[in-house]
Nanobody
Framework: VQLQASGGGLVQAGGSLRVSCTASRNIASAMAWYRQAPGKQREFIAS???????NYPYSMKGRFTISRDNAKNTVYLQMNGLKPEDTAVYYC??????????WGQGTLVTVSS
């Protein structure tokens, strides 16, 4: 199973962007988004189960919204009110049927001030 992320780009501070991640086949596990800024550790943003239950750490609540379309094997991350400190490579994550970690290749989001 492969995960393909897309939708990153350059956006001005205060703007919005939606990134997507499509799996090569159906994913039964929860899917999640992480990000990694230069020189920093990978950071958890949000997750969503196949039934649509979401989870966000407190620091990510409010500006980020995760959603999922099971028919398209796709998970989305809507980002609003973007700030320069949101600049990072955004990665999607899932588990395959054997509970092996799956990571997308990442999509770069750059927020200009």
């Amino acid at each position: 199973v492969q995960l393909q992320a897309s939708g990153g780009g350059l956006v001005q501070a205060g703007g919005s962007l939606r990134v997507s991640c499509t799996a090569s086949r159906n994913i039964a596990s929860a899917m999640a988004w992480y990000r990694q800024a230069p020189g920093k550790q990978r950071e958890f943003i949000a997750s969503i189960t196949s039934s649509g239950r979401t989870n966000y750490p407190y620091s990510m609540k409010g500006r980020f919204t995760i959603s999922r379309d099971n028919a398209k094997n796709t998970v989305y991350l809507q980002m609003n009110g973007l700030k320069p400190e949101d600049t990072a490579v955004y990665y999607c994550h899932a588990l395959d049927d054997g509970l092996k970690d799956l990571w997308g290749q990442g999509t770069l989001v750059t927020v200009s001030s």
